[in-house]
């Protein structure tokens, strides 16, 4: 793959994370409604690291197997097939089923950290990341030739970790980043009024962006040259 395209696919990763961010689904009408309750703009900011901790693990959960099982089957190009296919058939039960699990209205929100991981699970977020960060994986593989078994297995499991990893961090800063400034938009200028005459339902949206993302890392996977 040429850096172009590697940049790109990092490009993507930050690009989910503002996308997760800005999605109330993911948070941020919390952290306004945890800064008007406190009457202080400290308070917005105090609901980062639980709503950051339980995205981050949701996104781990999904990217971590998904990125080892790439680095240590020799069947890596199929697994990115899967992985897309089973992206864009979430995406599809997305778009057919837009309830929402009714367990997700027994966790308080002063349980955020638990609360952020549920919704961000329930949702497909992590799943979103799964094709971007196999692809990622398939660019940084090397030739094990020449090194012994173990060793080029103990690399390649290296080399997945770090990626996913990387991807994992990458994508939960951005979402923090993009979250928390229409948090303070709206906790310091536009106040409840605008939640109540501009809130927005994205759930069609999302569900139409894991059919595309799905679909077109499995494409690519698909027509990509066998290592």
Not at 17 to 46: E, I, K, S, T
Not at 52 to 81: C, D, K, N, T, Y
Not at 115 to 125: D, E, I, K, R
Request: glycine share 10%; aromatic share 10%.
């Amino acid at each position: 793959m040429s850096a172009e395209g590697h940049a790109a696919l990092w490009f993507t990763v930050v690009a989910f994370g503002v996308y997760h961010g800005l999605n109330p689904a993911m948070g941020w009408p919390l952290a306004v409604a945890n800064g008007l309750a406190a009457r202080r703009g400290g308070a917005v900011f105090a609901t980062l690291m639980p709503l950051g901790a339980g995205h981050l693990l949701a996104m781990a959960v999904a990217v971590l197997p998904f990125a080892l099982l790439s680095e240590v089957l020799q069947h890596s190009r199929a697994i990115r097939i899967g992985a897309g296919a089973l992206v864009l058939l979430f995406g599809l039960y997305k778009l057919a089923v837009r309830r929402h699990p009714r367990y997700l209205a027994r966790i308080r929100p002063t349980q955020l950290a638990w609360w952020s991981f549920v919704m961000a699970t329930a949702h497909g977020a992590g799943l979103m990341l799964v094709p971007v960060a196999l692809g990622l994986c398939a660019t940084a593989q090397t030739d094990p030739s020449g090194v012994s078994g173990h060793a080029a297995l103990e690399t390649l499991l290296r080399s997945g970790l770090v990626i996913a990893i990387g991807v994992t961090l990458v994508h939960t800063l951005a979402m923090l980043v993009s979250g928390v400034a229409i948090a303070w938009v709206v906790y310091r200028w536009l106040g409840l009024q605008f939640l109540r005459r501009a809130w927005f339902n994205l759930d069609l949206l999302w569900g139409a962006s894991l059919v595309v993302a799905g679909g077109v890392s499995s494409a690519m996977a698909l027509w990509a040259q066998p290592h």
